[in-house]
């Protein structure tokens, strides 16, 4: 992981410690999150590590400052306890991973306040009555895998009003 964080630095001419922005979607392949370059990150807003293996975030660094993680296309079946660090985490993405049950969600909904989460294609989504479970759960949540508290979809795309207002 170190590796990947240096060519990003070097590739965006900054530092660990003043990197804002990472985008890592397969750009190292480990099972664990490795190395000590992360957490020297101390400023990094915006996380991106889809595709890259992970099995666990233990280890994962207490990131005051991120605010955006995604863990998209990994196989994360535990450690989600090592995020209660990264107290700003505002939006969480871990859609297609091993997360098996809605329990492993406990120690983040205490600690965090999410708005936003993304847990799409995981083996806990086929509860039928996960979303229920989870936006009971976090009490901050807005969004749950593109829906609001009641099931209904949350459409981001304003391009499609604009579009419907052009056509007088």
């Given at each position: 992981?170190?590796?990947?964080i240096?060519?990003?630095?070097?590739?965006?001419?900054?530092?660990?410690?003043?990197?804002?922005?990472?985008?890592?979607?397969?750009?190292?392949?480990?099972?664990?999150v490795?190395?000590?370059?992360?957490?020297?990150?101390?400023?990094?807003?915006?996380?991106?590590?889809?595709?890259?293996?992970?099995?666990?975030l233990?280890?994962?660094?207490?990131?005051?400052?991120?605010k955006?993680?995604?863990?998209?296309?990994?196989?994360?079946?535990?450690?989600?306890?090592?995020?209660?660090?990264?107290?700003?985490?505002s939006?969480?993405?871990?859609?297609?991973?091993?997360l098996?049950?809605?329990?492993?969600?406990?120690?983040?909904?205490?600690?965090?306040?999410?708005?936003?989460?993304?847990?799409?294609?995981?083996?806990?989504?086929?509860?039928?009555?996960?979303?229920?479970?989870?936006?009971?759960?976090?009490?901050?949540?807005?969004?749950?895998?593109?829906?609001?508290?009641?099931?209904?979809?949350?459409?981001?795309d304003?391009?499609?009003?604009?579009?419907?207002?052009?056509?007088?």
């Amino acid at each position: 992981m170190d590796a990947a964080i240096e060519k990003w630095c070097a590739e965006m001419g900054t530092t660990p410690e003043k990197v804002v922005t990472m985008y890592l979607d397969e750009k190292f392949k480990s099972a664990t999150v490795e190395g000590e370059l992360l957490a020297k990150c101390e400023n990094l807003k915006t996380l991106s590590c889809a595709s890259c293996g992970l099995t666990t975030l233990a280890g994962f660094p207490a990131l005051a400052n991120l605010k955006d993680l995604s863990l998209n296309d990994n196989r994360i079946a535990d450690g989600l306890e090592a995020l209660v660090g990264c107290k700003a985490l505002s939006s969480l993405s871990l859609a297609n991973n091993k997360l098996a049950n809605v329990d492993d969600l406990k120690a983040v909904a205490e600690e965090l306040t999410l708005s936003v989460l993304e847990l799409e294609a995981n083996p806990l989504t086929e509860n039928e009555d996960y979303h229920e479970k989870v936006m009971t759960m976090m009490p901050t949540l807005n969004v749950l895998d593109g829906r609001d508290e009641f099931g209904n979809e949350i459409d981001d795309d304003d391009e499609d009003d604009d579009e419907d207002e052009d056509d007088d």
